[in-house]
């Protein structure tokens, strides 16, 4: 009976050691596997169920554009040049009529800048107007509108009648028949009669009657075919 025990006691206490023995290896790999007591609640601890919220993006407002302003820059009243308004009225004017003071034949043409044969002097000198043949007795009209500021006996070219016009002009008329049209200070038109073709100009009585006509512009002469021209 006694060894009969003694082999049930042996057989436990085998079993205890051999539970012992798991014990101790099961706690060491316990510790082994998680690190301490710790890491062991957390291991056995329940698991979180509140839930991951990934952080909102953090919004990015663009910048807005720096726009120069720039400021007109006022110009002094005083550098600004003062224009003067001329208040006179326009008035209108006809055009200025100019005809021609006889039709004719062109003898000696007008000549400032070349010496021009005078048969009747037999020398070369220079030309001041154009002489225009004509009959004796033919009439002579006033080139355009004007005042007579002279009617004379030239010594050398005749009865003369002189005529101013606008713009500084005057038109003289020799070689005339002593008698007139016209006196001095009298208001003519364009194509008035103003006297006829004589033979009274002593310089040009060698040449066949005609009307020697001159023009000046402020005392400058002035091509008559020029000035007809206008």
Known sequence: MSKKW???????EFYVTMAVCLLVIGVSGY???????????????????????????ELVV???PVVETIEPVEVPAATMPEVEVDDTPVIAQAPRLIVSP??????????MDELVYNPTLEDWRTHNGIDISAALGDTVLSASSGTVLSVEDDALMGTTVVIGH??????TYSNLQP???????????AGQIIGAVGDTAAAEAAQEPHLHFSVTQEGEPVDPNAFLEQ
């Open 179 to 189: 008698q007139t049209n016209v006196a001095e200070g009298d208001t003519v038109s």
């Open 102 to 111: 006889l039709e004719g034949e062109v003898l000696t043409a007008f000549s």
């Open 62 to 64: 663009p910048e807005e």
């Open 166 to 171: 606008e713009g500084g002009y005057q038109t």
């Open 31 to 57: 510790f082994l596997l998680f690190g301490g007591d710790d890491t062991a609640e957390e291991a056995l601890a329940p698991p979180d169920e509140t839930p991951v919220t990934s952080p909102a993006p």
């Open 6 to 12: 003694d082999a049930i006691r042996g057989s436990a």
